[in-house]
């Protein structure tokens, strides 16, 4: 769940081999309002959370969100496809944060790969933040069948873009490492974030984990 990604698109998402035509997402929601929607995602993600996806009930779900059961499965599969929704929300608002902080920034003039690679970074961990509660539900070991394989290959994508932004040669073992140490840092604080005790906390890791990718982007000698 980590990286910085400048836009990756849902449909790329679903040709991916295991992704989510595989995994229960349905291809579209077809029939059901935005506000059902919400109301049904926002009562998902409260269920996930206070039950772990193991323990959580469809049942539960459809009665705590006032929408029948069949109508849950129809558009969804199960919960299953319910968690993969979530996911797929969060990922493309943190895509969509981040491609808007990075083409402000080039529209300013800024075109120092570290600098936005860096701006990039503390977008994306604000906005592990601001979503800290679906953040720290996905970075959980409890999740569906086949999600480890899919967030890994998204995390090995967004390693790969992030080459990209900091113009490090893919071919070099060295540069795909560092690249990957980078991803992993913003990784691992996006999960610290979701841990903060308040506002202030929050905004001390994202600034000092801002200082270190500052430190560790800059090419060796």
Known sequence: MSGIVESAGTEAARQLPGG?????????????????????????????TERGYTDAGLTEIAARS?????????????????YLALWEEFREEQEHRTATTLNAERSRGVDDPIALFV??????????????????????DDGPAGFD???RQWDRAWVRRNA????????????RVRVSVLTTVIGGAA???????DGTEAREIVDEVCGILIHLSAPPG
């Open 191 to 197: 999960r610290e974030l979701g841990d903060c005790g």
């Open 66 to 82: 006032g929408i029948p059961a069949g109508t849950l499965f129809q558009h969804y599969g199960g919960k299953r496809g319910l």
């Open 20 to 48: 989510y035509g595989d995994a229960g997402l349905p291809e579209t929601h077809a029939g059901q309002d935005g506000t059902g929607r919400r109301a049904l995602l926002d009562t998902a993600l409260e269920v996930f």
């Open 149 to 151: 394989a899919l967030r």
């Open 119 to 140: 701006a990039g970074a503390r977008a994306y961990l604000e906005g592990a933040w601001d979503n800290r509660r679906l953040a720290r539900l996905l970075a959980e």
């Open 164 to 175: 990209r932004l900091l113009k490090v040669d893919e071919r070099r073992r060295a540069g």
